[in-house]
T-cell receptor
């Protein structure tokens, strides 16, 4: 079983739609959680960190449920420029390199006019 | 300011050839990570440096893979006797913190696309 699992999509939505991505992780010792965005043939870029209390950044809302080991990302009022692959990422936070990130396969979003 | 840079951006190698991939992290960044991203997959951790010390190489897939960061800045990932399954994008990331994680951002370079024929 993969440590971080996501629905690969693709999610094809019209402009203005609300879309939600879900992610589960297997290691209950995971300490930090993130959503990264990766455009085609580009490097991953941090979209937002995810906290147990939930956090919002403009049209983006991220939620973490530690009991269910579940992370979500909600995008409201989708824009064409939101088209990308969204990577769910966790950090275990122990061991020789506390910082190495564990990525899901990514969920592809395509926003259509 | 300058971000993480990697070279070459593209590399085509014949099976059995040795390759060297370079990463220039953001100046002053303590932590440096290498990841491998196969087509259609998320990046997977290869190895981690704190300054010049390689603290974790648990993700290196075989002893054909070797990484170094001798002066604590530029890093080189070397792959010996390349195989077709080595074809992937190799991403380098740096962070100003010693732990490199636990909530802190890692800054990724554009990657080197390696194709082994």
């Amino acid at each position: 079983r993969k440590e971080v699992e996501q629905d690969p999509g693709p999610f094809n939505v019209p402009e203005g739609a609300t879309v939600a991505f879900n992610c589960t992780y297997s290691n209950s010792a995971s300490q930090s959680f993130f959503w990264y965005r990766q455009d085609c043939r580009k490097e991953p870029k941090l979209l937002m960190s995810v906290y147990s209390s939930g956090n919002e950044d403009g049209r983006f809302t991220a939620q973490l449920n530690r009991a269910s080991q579940y992370i979500s990302l909600l995008i409201r009022d989708s824009k064409l420029s939101d088209s990308a692959t969204y990577l769910c990422v966790v950090n275990i936070g122990y061991g020789g390199s506390q910082g190495n990130l564990i990525f899901g396969k990514g969920t592809k979003l395509s926003v259509k006019p | 300011g300058a971000g993480v840079s990697q070279s070459p951006r593209y590399k085509v190698a014949k099976r059995g050839q040795d390759v060297a991939l370079r990463c220039d992290p953001i100046s002053g960044h303590v932590s440096l990570f290498w990841y491998q991203q196969a087509l259609g997959q998320g990046p997977e951790f290869l190895t981690y440096f704190q300054n010049e010390a390689q603290l974790d190489k648990s993700g290196l897939p075989s002893d054909r893979f070797f990484a170094e960061r001798p002066e604590g800045s530029v890093s080189t990932l070397k792959i010996q006797r390349t195989q077709q399954e080595d074809s992937a994008v190799y991403l380098c990331a740096s962070s100003p913190w010693t732990s490199g994680g636990l909530g802190e951002t890692q800054y990724f370079g554009p990657g080197t696309r390696l194709l082994v024929l």
